[in-house]
Nanobody, 122 residues
Framework: QVQFVESGGGLVQSGGSLRLSCATG???????MGWYRQAPGKQRELVAR???????EYIDSVKGRFTISRDNAKNTVYLQMNTLKPEDTAVYYC?????????????????WGQGTQVTVSS
């Protein structure tokens, strides 16, 4: 069963913006949600996390540029990405994540979707 469907990726020039969307099932509105990314040859990493009360956290490299949000009425989680850099190039995934674990140790709770490709050209 598909838990999450990511969309909104694409090719953008350095400095540009994209907004990713993640369609989820209604069950996940009670969970913290995260956006991950995986660049070629690298491990998947958690980029941003938002809890059910909409408190958010980010890795240092995207702070001030990315914003995670959620619309529980639409069962959708978003990632607004501004001032994109070539190093942001990756496949982006969303998933439910552990809420109380430290950000870096937060584990994904469900199976992965197909992700959405983000490519930033220099």
């Amino acid at each position: 069963q598909v838990q999450f469907v990511e969309s909104g990726g694409g090719l953008v020039q350095s400095g540009g913006s994209l907004r990713l969307s993640c369609a989820t099932g209604s069950i996940w509105k009670l969970y913290a949600m995260g956006w991950y990314r995986q660049a070629p040859g690298k491990q998947r990493e958690l980029v941003a996390r938002i809890d059910p009360l909409r408190n958010s956290e980010y890795i240092d490299s995207v702070k001030g540029r990315f914003t995670i949000s959620r619309d529980n009425a639409k069962n959708t989680v978003y990632l607004q990405m501004n001032t994109l850099k070539p190093e942001d190039t990756a496949v982006y995934y969303c998933n439910a994540v552990q809420q109380k674990a430290p950000f870096r140790d937060s584990i994904a709770l469900a199976t992965w979707g197909q992700g959405t490709q983000v490519t930033v050209s220099s």
